[in-house]
Nanobody
Framework: QVQLVESGGGLVQAGGSLRLSCAAS???????MGWFRQAPGKEREFVAG????????YYADSVKGRFTISRDNAKNTVYLQMNSLKPEDTAVYYC???????????????????WGQGTQVTVSS
């Protein structure tokens, strides 16, 4: 069983930065990791994803160039560095893990097997 715990959320002014962390417990060797977010009244949406090796990353257009996903497999932790934050980035951010290694649709919620409880990010204007 894999458990994911996010941290690092908070309140920040527009233009500021935050770094989210996702600590995983359990066996996550080879897992693809992703970050999603859900704003009030909206559906959960894909933000960024990273392969096991860290060599392949993928971003939603809305965050490309501002957010960076990374991972430290020795620490079993995935990060999301968020820069140039905008009020529209306000949401609960979720970490997710996928056991799939082939034909993975990284943007799909259904592709992920484990989820964290989420961390709130609020960007004030």
């Amino acid at each position: 069983q894999v458990q994911l715990v996010e941290s690092g959320g908070g309140l920040v002014q527009a233009g500021g930065s935050l770094r989210l962390s996702c600590a995983a417990s359990g066996r996550t060797f080879g897992y693809y990791m992703g970050w999603f977010r859900q704003a009030p009244g909206k559906e959960r949406e894909f933000v960024a994803g990273i392969s096991w090796s860290g060599g392949f990353t993928y971003y939603a257009d809305s965050v490309k160039g501002r957010f960076t996903i990374s991972r430290d497999n020795a620490k079993n932790t995935v990060y999301l560095q968020m820069n140039s934050l905008k009020p529209e980035d306000t949401a609960v951010y979720y970490c997710a893990a996928s056991r799939s290694t082939t034909n993975l649709k990284v943007t799909a919620i259904s592709s992920y097997d484990y989820w964290g409880q989420g961390t709130q990010v609020t960007v004030s204007s």
